[in-house]
């Protein structure tokens, strides 16, 4: 982040920086969307229909003072703890940002690039030259 800002200030150009952390959409993933995803990228049935078992049809029970709660369906999200838990993740993530950025044609030129958005782990930067340009991106990226 900090060479493309440098670089911009050696051209001469703005460069708004917008940081979204992600660290919520863990808790949000939708299941069905990501094994559409999965199937899209060729992911073998057979593995899909282990994340599927693994993940679908999830319930919880939460201890409480005088008990045990009743048994709660877990719709969404990915498990915590979980080795496959971070790649889903990185997968789903990717392919929303590309499904959302696939009409914006704004961000910052870089290296004859246009350049939309700089992502590390579960945080990532919406970059433009203008506020307008970057309004444009975060819209479209509350889309998804």
């Known amino acids: 982040m900090r060479m493309l800002y440098e670089r911009c200030l050696e051209h001469g150009l703005d460069v ?3 940081f979204v952390d992600f660290e919520k959409v863990f808790d949000r993933v939708n299941w069905k969307k990501l094994m ?15 994340i ?4 679908l049809n999830q319930e919880a029970i939460v ?8 048994p ?3 719709g969404r999200g990915v498990r915590q703890g979980c080795l496959l838990s971070p790649l889903l993740f990185s997968i789903y993530a ?5 499904e959302a950025m696939e009409d914006v044609s ?5 290296g004859g690039e246009l350049l939309k958005d700089v992502r590390f782990a579960d945080d990532q930067a919406m970059v433009a030259s203008s506020e307008e340009d970057l309004q444009k991106l975060m819209d479209s990226l509350v889309k998804i």
């Open 16 to 18: 708004l920086i917008c």
């Open 36 to 50: 559409e995803i999965l199937k899209k990228i060729r992911v073998d049935w057979k593995d899909r229909r282990l």
């Open 52 to 55: 599927k078992n693994l993940y």
């Open 63 to 70: 201890s409480v003072a005088d008990g045990m709660s009743e």
């Open 72 to 74: 709660a369906v877990i």
């Open 94 to 98: 990717e392919m929303m940002m590309i």
């Open 106 to 110: 704004t961000g910052i030129k870089a």
